[in-house]
């Protein structure tokens, strides 16, 4: 069976120059689930010429074409225009839209600046989708078979429109008798190209399904998604595939669908009834807030104690000067004693402890800028240390660092 194909147009230059395109992760979760799959996504500047020829682009390869941002009422927002002429057609301003954008305002006890005007110009035969949340109505479009929805940009606006208005049309649309059978696994500890390989009989039994590997800090989230005719169908082959994967995977799978790490950890310590605390060196707290990240955590996680110049190992981790002086901070030996110092100063049952050479610099020929150590100790007699040598900038040393402590932690809770 056919899967229905999806495409996301994010507008705004301010996605060119840096900012974080939160969208993406979040709209293409969503259809998946509904049965899309995503074929294409672009980030496109606030310029009507480029705009269009995405659009365009997009309404060509995919039956349903998502656009976010450029609704609002100043000079940059261009959707609108963008959208009509793409699909050929004519705008025009409607009154009622008009006067529901000002009593909202009215509500609020602010003036209406007359640029506000622009966001009651429609697209001929366009659904108009009400913004609860905002003063810029979304629009919903139906054209040769396609469905374009233009949506604004504040996710507070942008996901309840789309949730609430926007893909149950499409799901009608296009997917009403597609039964999406979606399964994904994450995991850790295992290089990109190792569980590749371990997963590859899988995907050569389902030449009929769409997979997608991909590695980022450490981790490793794989996605599987294929349709039956059926809801029996593709609840059997999810069930299949979901068996299938994790057999391949084996002890690396840390979490199903979302489940992130540290999440995953955090579950592990609340079914222990075990509390962690935990001393950085190079990571200089990013440890202790992916932990803290996941609601609930105060119910485990005790504190930490960030710790980058020796004496401040010494004094508050207990970390001896001759243990120091010998193997130096960043070290197996060191590591192990900041665990057990973190550990006793925090009166936790385990902890966990980073040190290393985040770079670009301050690394030497015996310890390169990318080395370095995790340690776990507790609970009980589980103490343990894994080395690791990152390559790639600062933020990506730091992030593997924290991600390579927290498997250690879930595997000692194991």
């Known amino acids: 069976m056919r899967v229905p194909r999806a495409a996301l147009v994010c507008v705004g230059s301010e996605l060119l120059a840096g900012q974080v395109n939160t969208h993406q992760a979040w709209l293409c979760v969503r259809l998946r689930r509904a049965g899309f799959e995503v074929v294409g996504e672009s980030s496109v500047p606030d310029d009507a010429q480029a705009l269009r020829r995405a659009l365009e682009r997009a309404l060509a390869a995919a039956d349903a074409v998502i656009v976010c941002g450029g609704l609002g009422p100043t000079f940059d927002d261009i959707t609108r225009e963008a959208a009509a002429a793409?699909?050929?057609?004519?705008?025009?301003?409607r009154p009622a839209l008009w006067k529901t954008i000002l009593k909202r305002f009215a509500r609020r006890h602010l003036r209406v600046p007359e640029e506000n005007k622009r966001q009651a110009q429609v697209i001929a035969g366009a659904t108009i989708l009400a913004n609860d949340a905002g003063s810029a109505p979304g629009?919903?479009?139906?054209?040769?078979?396609r469905s374009l929805a233009l949506l604004p940009g504040p996710p507070s606006e942008m996901h309840p429109m789309f949730e609430g208005l926007v893909l149950p049309r499409l799901k009608k649309k296009h997917a009403r008798d597609v039964h999406p059978a979606a399964f994904s696994v994450r995991l850790s500890g295992v290089p990109e190209s190792a569980a590749d390989e371990r997963l590859a009989p899988v995907r050569a039994r389902w030449p009929q399904a769409r997979f997608t590997i991909l590695a980022s800090g450490g981790e490793v989230s794989f996605h599987a998604l294929t349709a039956e005719s059926s809801a029996p169908a593709a609840r059997h082959a999810r069930a299949r595939l979901r068996r299938e994967i994790l057999d391949a995977v084996g002890e690396f799978a840390h979490g199903e669908g979302e489940t992130t790490l540290e999440a995953a950890v955090g579950a592990r310590l609340k079914a222990r009834g075990i509390s962690i605390a935990v001393a950085e060196s190079c990571t200089g707290g990013l440890l202790g807030g992916s932990l803290t990240s996941v609601p609930g955590a105060s119910s485990y996680f005790l504190g930490g104690v960030i710790a980058y110049e020796n004496a401040v190992k010494n004094r508050r981790l207990g970390v001896p000067s001759r243990l120091l002086a010998r193997h130096g901070a960043v070290s197996a030996e060191c590591a192990a004693a900041m665990a057990k110092g973190a550990r006793a100063a925090l009166n936790s049952d385990m902890a966990l402890a980073v040190t290393g050479v985040a770079g670009p610099g301050g690394g030497t020929a015996g310890k390169p800028a990318?080395?370095?150590?995790?340690?776990v100790c507790g609970p009980g007699r589980s103490n343990s240390v894994r080395r690791l040598e990152v390559h790639g900038p600062r933020e990506t040393v730091r992030q593997r660092a924290v991600t390579a402590a927290l498997r250690l932690a879930y595997d000692a809770l194991s």
């Open 139 to 145: 629009q919903f479009l139906r054209s040769r078979g």
């Open 370 to 375: 990318g080395l370095v150590f995790v340690a």
């Open 86 to 93: 793409a699909l050929d057609r004519t705008m025009s301003f």
